[in-house]
């Protein structure tokens, strides 16, 4: 059987999550990280699998989270590896149980390091700062873009007081989103500019995420170039934390052709919805691509993808087939591993989709499915 044929054969809606391509794409990253001795960790809001841990956790250094759940997800599925942790702001209650936890705490202004720098560096946790370098290399997301005007990530160099700054440990950039290292080039160019002079007294420099790393064109050796350059001139230890990257176009979602409606274009019901199984299709947004698809009128018969919701944006694109589509076919939708299960809702009281495992050895395993009592128990 093709990989096709086995997707084919899964319950509807389904993540399918590829242990290959997920394997080729951290081996990838352990050879970045073993040419430079740089330190890459996962970005768990993209990805928070926790039944792959073990196995990235045998290549990456460790993982990063955006606050004390992800950390205690790290910590519980991924023990002895590095666990790193930024937020905007941290509650104290949450403060406390972070620094049992993990290993570096990145704060995003001069008044939280203040607030929490003793706990921190009593319980022997490495701190560092968020700064904002002001060099948007990104256009057309601005809510992607840290450095966008007015951003509330990061501090800006008005800001930093390098008087305030005994005790940090290191520096924490994150500018980019599925940017190739060219870009990472220019952000570095700024940060040398702006805060270069405070790298030479610090242990590490944390160049964030957005590094389309397994990405076919993504030119690795300029990467490797930029993270040599930075630890050579001012000595430092060199962090990445990619979250795309590591399970770029490592999953699929599955789901079913449930009702066809004609309104002057065809469109197709789908048992998945944009609004709940890939809100960043409506959020980026983009248009995913689907197994044996062409764009609008490239193939004889076009279809309008919808989801069962009553909203009248829930549309995922328009593709089109050689054959006309019929119910119970089955649409596959590509590159679903990353920003999909971490940001499903039950809108509407939308099923979630099951999780599964398509092996390396072709066997498909299902990992946890979902029911009535997963919509339920958040509601009251
Ligand atoms: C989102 C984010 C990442 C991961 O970004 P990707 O685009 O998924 O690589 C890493 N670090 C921080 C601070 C982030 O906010």
Redesign the pocket.
């Known amino acids: 059987m093709t990989n096709l044929d086995i997707l084919q054969t899964v319950n509807t809606p389904s993540y399918v999550i590829d242990e290959r391509k997920l394997r080729e794409n951290l081996e990838v990253l352990k050879m970045v990280q073993d040419e430079t001795g740089c330190h890459i960790?996962l970005?768990q809001?993209?990805?928070s699998m926790f039944y792959f841990y073990p196995m990235i956790g045998k290549y990456l250094s460790g993982a990063?989270a955006?606050g004390l759940f992800e950390a205690k997800l790290a910590h519980e599925f991924m023990p002895g590896k590095e666990n790193h942790v930024?937020s905007p702001a941290y509650k104290e209650q949450d403060f406390a149980e972070l620094v049992q936890i993990c290993d570096h705490i990145?704060f995003n202004s001069f008044a939280q390091w203040k607030k929490y720098k003793d706990i921190a560096l009593k319980a022997g946790v490495e701190c560092g700062i968020?700064v904002n370098p002001e060099c948007s290399t990104q256009e057309g997301h601005a809510i992607?873009d840290?450095c966008a005007p007015g951003s509330r990530?990061g501090v800006t160099l008005d800001n930093f007081k390098p008087d305030k700054s005994e005790g940090l440990a290191g520096l924490?950039f994150?500018t980019?989103?599925?940017q190739n290292s060219d870009d990472l080039k220019t952000t570095l160019q700024a940060i040398e500019d702006k805060f270069g002079k405070y790298l030479t007294d610090l242990k590490w420099l944390?160049f964030?995420?957005?590094?389309?790393i397994t990405r076919e064109d993504y030119d690795i050796n300029l990467l490797i170039d930029c993270i040599n350059h930075m630890k050579d001139k001012y000595d430092l230890e060199i962090y990445l934390?990619?979250?795309?990257?590591?399970a770029l176009n490592a999953g699929w979602l599955v789901s079913e052709v449930l009702e066809i409606i004609d309104n002057n274009i065809q469109i197709a019901i789908l048992d998945t919805s944009a609004a709940c199984h890939m809100p960043d299709v409506l959020e980026m947004p983009y248009r995913p691509n689907v197994i044996g698809a062409g764009e609008p009128n490239e193939k004889p018969f076009t279809y309008r993808f919808g989801g069962p919701t009553c909203l009248a944006g829930d549309i995922i694109g328009d593709y089109s087939f050689d054959k006309p589509l019929k119910v119970g076919d089955k649409v596959i939708f590509c590159d679903m591993a990353?920003?999909s299960m971490v940001k499903n809702n039950t809108f509407n009281g939308m099923p979630l989709p099951d999780i599964a495992v398509l092996h390396e050895d072709n066997t498909v395993e299902i990992i946890k499915s979902f029911g009535y009592e997963d919509f339920k128990m958040r509601l009251s």
């Open positions: 960790l970005a809001k993209a990805f990063t955006s930024f990145i968020r992607y840290p990530l924490h994150h980019l989103c599925e944390n964030g995420g957005g590094h389309h934390e990619p979250g795309e990257a590591v990353i920003y």
